[in-house]
């Protein structure tokens, strides 16, 4: 009788245990995950040499690129899936310069930005840098106070892939007056940005919102020859939004190269 009756308290305090164990599981389901205090970015470190196709510790998983926030928007996560439009703020990220430094598109926030999507291989790029075209519109947009970044996306392995070292080569050569030249060579940014072409443009306001992606102009040749004769879009929308007026035209079909990247 005893025995019968020490084998109750025993069931019954393990059912208490169970509905317990229940509770506290179910509390920690239920608790919010704490917030983030800082402001995740996009990180890659472009390699230096071009003989190697392994991948390194360094590079981002998907995982790690979907933690991205809108510039300026510290905390609030976005998908990566997600492209950057007209009117919404852009997705920062960080890249590795041809000065071998760091560069976070956060960093220049409170500015008007350029991006430019390039390949130093590809026609239609000649098309500006040879004529000097291109290096004069960012001599005079930084010379306002603009910061102009220069993309390369192009994979290891593909038409225009440029190491660190030759990015800096070819910036010295043909005088670039960029703020910074970028490398992007797994396609991560220019993927994020929707870059179809080389150039494809966009431009940024000082609120980090996007206020025009497209092409440079409506010469969609790549004979030098078109461009005294073409409209600028981009130094056009810049110009209407530092005058605080709307900007006219705020998307064009890009033109140019098709972006190099790995899955081309």
Request: charged residues 15%.
């Amino acid at each position: 009788m005893a025995s019968h009756f020490y084998m109750q308290k025993m069931i019954f305090a393990a059912l208490c245990l169970g509905a317990a164990l229940s509770i506290t599981v179910l509390a920690q389901n239920a608790a919010p995950a704490p917030a983030s205090t800082n402001e995740p970015a996009l990180n890659y470190v472009a390699p230096k040499n071009t003989t190697s196709n392994s991948s390194t510790t360094n590079q981002p998983t998907l995982g790690f690129v979907q933690n991205i926030t809108p510039m300026g928007a510290a905390g609030r996560l976005v998908n990566a899936h997600d492209l950057v439009t007209i009117g919404k703020p852009v997705l920062n990220f960080k890249l590795l310069g041809g000065d071998d430094q760091f560069h976070s598109l956060g960093d220049y926030y409170g500015k008007f930005i350029v991006l430019e999507w390039t390949n130093p291989q590809c026609p239609f790029v000649h098309k500006f840098y040879d004529s000097g075209t291109m290096q004069k519109l960012q001599k005079e947009e930084t010379a306002k106070g603009v910061v102009w970044l220069r993309i390369n996306s192009s994979a290891q392995g593909h038409e225009g892939f440029q190491s660190v070292d030759d990015l800096a080569a070819y910036v010295k050569e043909h005088n670039v007056a960029a703020t910074q030249s970028l490398l992007d060579p797994d396609g991560y940014v220019g993927h994020m940005y929707g870059a179809r072409t080389t150039p494809h443009m966009f431009v940024i306001n000082p609120k980090g919102v996007l206020i025009y992606a497209g092409g440079i102009d409506n010469a969609p040749s790549p004979d030098p020859a078109t461009i005294a004769t073409a409209t600028n879009y981009v130094t056009t929308a810049l110009d209407e939004a530092m005058a605080a007026k709307p900007v006219t035209k705020a998307t064009a079909p890009p033109y140019g190269c098709s972006v190099k990247y790995a899955s081309n």
